[in-house]
């Protein structure tokens, strides 16, 4: 059974940061891209960040801010996120294989205070 399991969330003061991680389990993503989104309230799950072998893409919001890398032999992904701002407030959400068809976590909650 594969399983995503997000940590590193919680409440910060604007211009903090915080590194969120992903362990996936049940099968390997090697060869697979994994992605953060994030969904705050009352708004529409969004595209962070993504990473496929060694391309990285960032949804643009992020300018600058934030930087995914993963760790293949541990089965994880992370999402460094710098000079945090209220707006970053929301769940965070891992996904592995593809928004479609892929595996997602149960999220990890942000919260920027201003």
């Known amino acids: 059974q594969v399983q995503l399991v997000e940590s590193g969330g919680g409440l910060v003061q604007a211009g903090g940061s915080l590194r969120l991680s992903c362990a996936a389990s049940?099968?390997?993503?090697?060869?697979?891209?994994m992605a953060w989104f994030r969904q705050a309230l009352g708004k529409e799950r969004e595209f962070v960040a993504t990473i496929y072998w060694g391309s990285r893409d960032y949804g643009d919001f992020v300018k600058g801010r934030f930087t995914i890398s993963r760790d293949t032999a541990k089965n994880t992904v992370y999402l460094q996120m710098n000079s945090l701002k209220p707006e970053d407030t929301a769940v965070y959400y891992c996904?592995?294989?593809?928004?479609?068809?892929?595996?997602w976590g149960q999220g990890t909650q942000v919260t920027v205070s201003s």
């Open positions: 996904n592995a294989g593809g928004p479609i068809a892929g595996y």
């Open positions: 049940g099968r390997t993503f090697s060869r697979s891209p």
